[in-house]
Nanobody
Framework: QVRLVESGGGLVQSGDSLELSCAAS???????????MGWYRQVPGSQLELVAL???????KYADSVKGRFSIYRDFDKKTVDLVMNSLKPEDTDVYYC?????????????????WGRGTQVTVSS
């Protein structure tokens, strides 16, 4: 079981910047590696949309709607992932969810599982 705790959401104006952070942990305290970490967003009643994700060894992937404005960063040792959002627009208003996929609590474990945070609200006013 992996716990993901998000922080950094809030209310900003169009054109402002905001940074979201997410930290992963396990009840045992053992968390050797996470294959993929990323961010999705969702307006209630609509589908989840991938915002950005990053896998060890691969370039980060971004939704077309955020390319050039958002940047994703991972600290593989601390098991955190941050999303820096610049030039925010009203259409970026959503609940943002942190995800972690392919968990290995120990080095000998195969990557397994997909976990989600509870979400953090980002509201951009015009």
């Amino acid at each position: 079981q992996v716990r993901l705790v998000e922080s950094g959401g809030g209310l900003v104006q169009s054109g402002d910047s905001l940074e979201l952070s997410c930290a992963a942990s396990t009840p045992s305290g053992r968390l050797f590696d996470i294959e993929i970490m990323g961010w999705y967003r969702q307006v209630p009643g609509s589908q989840l949309e991938l915002v950005a994700l990053i896998r060890r060894g691969d370039p980060a992937k971004y939704a077309d709607s955020v390319k050039g404005r958002f940047s994703i960063y991972r600290d593989f040792d601390k098991k955190t992932v941050d999303l820096v959002m610049n030039s925010l627009k009203p259409e970026d208003t959503d609940v943002y969810y942190c995800t972690a996929t392919g968990i290995r609590e120990r080095a000998v474990d195969p990557p397994d599982g997909e976990y989600w945070g509870r979400g953090t609200q980002v509201t951009v006013s015009s």
